[in-house]
């Protein structure tokens, strides 16, 4: 019976796999389990084919019956049969030929000492994804090398095969080892051909189910975008309901061949989606899902169920995604310069395990914002430049756009880019500041502005950038410049309740990973004057002179005694010393040493600095001298006030100071898209 023949080749051939895998200590119990089901089905078969059992294997001769049949038959020995072969598919057979290749080359990895870990891993990973695709293909793991004939095997061989026969027999021999050489070789193609084909057809994917999209290049549109949702919306309502949503693979986690979880995301809406083998779903669905690298964008469809556990670790936590439908919209790097994970890790972790260094995330940026803490942070950036417009609109002021480029210092001293135009020089604008005044002279009456400064400090602090946003204004007032000061003290409180009662989950998120105090601010705002500022710090032990600058470190110490006395992360310092200030600064009336200027702080760092402006052209152009500026490059502005001018002040606020010192973040560059610095104009 030509089939009952062959089940005993393969139950021989099952037998000595399950030898093989028991003799192996390093596999468990339930890793056996399967060669051993697959022996007992083939024995199964074998009886119901037959109606009998499988006969026990002969028992081999012992090395004393060797002996005496060599003695009898005159010391030759008959060459035994060798084993009957493995029945494999021809799959199989073509992934071991995958297996050993690619156990050769980790093999040779190891041994190659210039290679890093890393990169062996690689290797290593490959191998072991080949024995996975065996072991799924067969039900069993791929058996251990074959070792090479040894010498002395080869040369009994070779003297029981008759070395004395005729050199037409030795060559006859050779041609059909030849031959089938041959016949070996282009089997052996065909499988790997095969396995190829099966390959690629697996990565494409599988018709409507899943795979990789074409490229999307508006080629149609069918309106299938109005049936897509977001996961923030998703909620325990829409139990039982089938959506559609485009999102990044945030991570995948496979339970054998059967289940995969995959972690979605959308800027900071997390949630679990579960794909598991089923009527719809295939083993080979389930495989693509689990090879999704991170971050790759997924388009996902699927039914939402209740989850049985919430996860914690999801923003969707009381909900899950079984999905049935995926395809790859854009695949990501399987392997990413950073991890998001280690990215977003809280500060008290950070010592414990590791972090990523700044320049690594800048470098990376477009990744490292990524994160749930930095979604938030330029979240809260966006909306102070939004209420910052808001509450200005309000309030009778009108935006301007003002020029860049500029043929003048338009806040003197050094702190300037000088570039070549065209034939003669031009600078960066280091503020609007001459032309607001010029708006004011136009008759703008109040105006404000959001757009780039430049200031070429050479600082590589935690607080100074070389480019970063202004939030400047400038507004006529009646009698006094502190009717200026009103105006900025309602700004500021508008911004910091909105910021508090409209995007306290975002403060959340980013307390979770920078955990601080909240901001505190008084209404009315605290108003410091400069004597008595100085009068803290020497009460507190400071040395500064009456006229001196605040250092850094001043500034923070008046910041905490502040802090101390009112209760107060946010103050106005007024009456700066005139020799400190711009030359269009209003000196104070009472005297001459002071000035009508003023800072703002937050948490102890200047945020603002602004002042009454110099409306008479003839003290302008006195101060312009005293300050040494050419008069030459200044003189259309000069120019604007011989015509009349209102009485006015402003001031210009770093946009990114004040969200990183309203959140209590470390580095401003945490609060710059893609932060300029003396080192840095990349990316």
Known sequence: MADAAALLEQIAAQGVAVREAKSDKSRTKEQNQPVIDRLLDLKKQYKELTGEDVPAPNKGSSKKDKKQKKATEGGSESKSEPPAPVAISPEAAALLEKIAQQGAKVREGKSDKSRSKEQNQILIDELLKLKADYKELTGSDPPGPTKAPSQKKKSAEAEASGGDAGSSKNAAKKAEKERKKAEKEKAKAARLAEMEARKAAEEAGSGDRYGLLPLITSSERIGKSETYVKVADLDRRMVGQRVALRARVQKTKATGNKMCFVTLRQRTATMQAIVSVGEEVSKGMVTFAKNISMESVVDVEGVIVAAEVTGAWCTQNDIELHFDKIFVVSAAAPRLPLQLEDAARPEALEKELGTVNQDVRLDNRVLDVRTPANQAIFKIQAAVCLYFREYLIMNGFQEIHTPKLISAASEGGANVFKLGYFDTNAFLAQSPQLYKQMAINSDFDRVFEIAPVFRAENSCTHRHLTEFTGLDLEMTFYEHYHEVLDVFDGLFVHIFKSLQDKFSKEIELINQQFEREPFQFLIPSLRLDWQDGIKMLRESGE???????????????????????????????????????????????????????????????????????????????????????????????????????????????GMERVVMLFLGLPNIRKTSFFPRDPKRVTP
Not at 589 to 611: K, T
Not at 615 to 622: A, G
Not at 639 to 647: A, I, N, V
């Open 543 to 653: 040395e500064i002179g009456d006229f001196d600058d605040l250092s850094t470190t001043q500034e923070k110490r008046l910041g905490a005694l502040v802090k101390a006395k009112y209760h107060t992360d946010f103050y106005m310092l007024d009456k700066f010393p005139l020799q400190i200030r711009p030359f269009y600064t209003m000196p104070d009336p009472n005297n001459d040493n002071y000035s009508n200027s003023y800072d703002f702080m937050m948490r102890g760092e200047e945020i603002l600095s602004g002042a009454q402006r110099i409306h008479d052209p003839e003290l302008l152009l006195k101060r312009a001298n005293l300050h040494g500026i050419p008069i030459d490059t200044i003189q259309s502005y000069l120019d604007s006030f011989k015509y009349g001018s209102f009485p006015h002040g402003g001031g210009g606020v």
